[in-house]
């Protein structure tokens, strides 16, 4: 019959005085640290300042990362092909029959969204399809970037970057290397410079929706909403309530806006984009 010893268990030996190792806390003042830190509003102001530098710039990431993307719309190809073909025959469009299409040669051709052709077609020999990968993510980059920097004056831009992020999700299935994402970057650029003269009564700001409006209109054929904002912007303005003395000029923005729907006509095919309008909401949109 055999037993089990037990081992006896060894008691940890306590550390002699001389052992123990004294703990010195640092004192700020024989440092020369200050004791206290005392919080100014103009600290307060710039942490608000660097909040709002890093929310906007964060938006204006996720916008390109959204619209770095793959490419996977057929239609994508054909406006590469259309630009390239553009670009070896006298880069504007002609006017005859559709050289895409074998059934429609007696047809004229209306390439309302020429330019983009031409941009696309430029994008993939520049880099291939990571090319024009990267356009429509420096496209979609430059909307928000645009659309960020609208806020009121006086106040912190960091609730219209957290607005600008639900924004971005619902967008997010139009930021593809078709002609539409042009509009997204025409709508936040026509709301900024509208809200450049709104509040500050910048009259260059209203002159520049000219040049916006002649390229868009050659770049996309949504152009119509651009103009319908700048037509309703005009009316909202015409019928304020606001007293007369608070409001800016009213001619500015009527001559801004007649010169930027002229633009829009300033086209090989002049004014087709109306046309175009009623046709995607008849046929394509449905």
């Not at 703990?23 to 942490?47: C, I, K, Y």
Request: some cysteine; overall charge negative; charged content about 15%.
């Amino acid at each position: 019959m055999s037993s089990n010893s037990e081992t006896p268990r060894e008691e940890p030996e306590t550390p002699s005085e001389e052992a123990v190792a004294t703990v010195v806390t640092p004192n700020p003042a024989e440092e020369g640290l200050p004791l206290d830190f005392p919080l100014t509003p103009e600290d307060v102001q710039d942490e608000a300042v660097r909040g709002d530098f890093v929310i906007r710039w964060a938006v204006v990431l996720l916008a390109l990362l959204m619209g770095f993307s793959l490419i996977d719309q057929t239609m994508t190809l054909v406006h590469v092909k259309s630009g390239e073909y553009l670009s070896a025959n006298g880069f504007l469009p002609p006017h005859g029959g559709d050289p895409f299409s074998a059934t429609a040669e007696k047809r004229t051709w209306i390439n309302l969204s020429w330019l983009f052709d031409l941009v696309a077609a430029g994008a993939y020999g520049a880099g291939s399809w990571l090319g024009v990968s990267i356009l429509k993510g420096l496209v979609a980059a430059a909307a928000f970037w645009h659309l960020v920097r609208i806020s009121r004056p006086k106040l912190p831009t960091w609730w219209g970057s957290i607005c600008a992020i639900p924004a971005l999700l619902a967008c997010q299935p139009r930021m593809t290397a078709m002609p539409e994402v042009v509009t997204l970057l025409g709508v936040a650029l026509t709301l900024r410079l509208l809200h450049e003269w709104k509040t500050h009564g910048n009259q260059r700001s209203l002159w520049m929706l000219v040049p916006v409006f002649l390229l868009w209109s050659n770049l996309d054929n949504r152009v119509f909403v651009g103009v319908w904002l700048l037509l309703l912007t005009a009316a909202g303005e015409a019928l304020t309530r606001i007293p007369v003395e608070s409001r800016r000029p009213l001619k500015p923005l009527l001559i801004g806006v007649g010169c930027a729907v002229v633009a829009t006509l300033v086209h090989p095919f002049p004014g087709s984009w109306i046309h175009e309008t009623v046709q995607l909401y008849q046929k394509v949109y449905p």
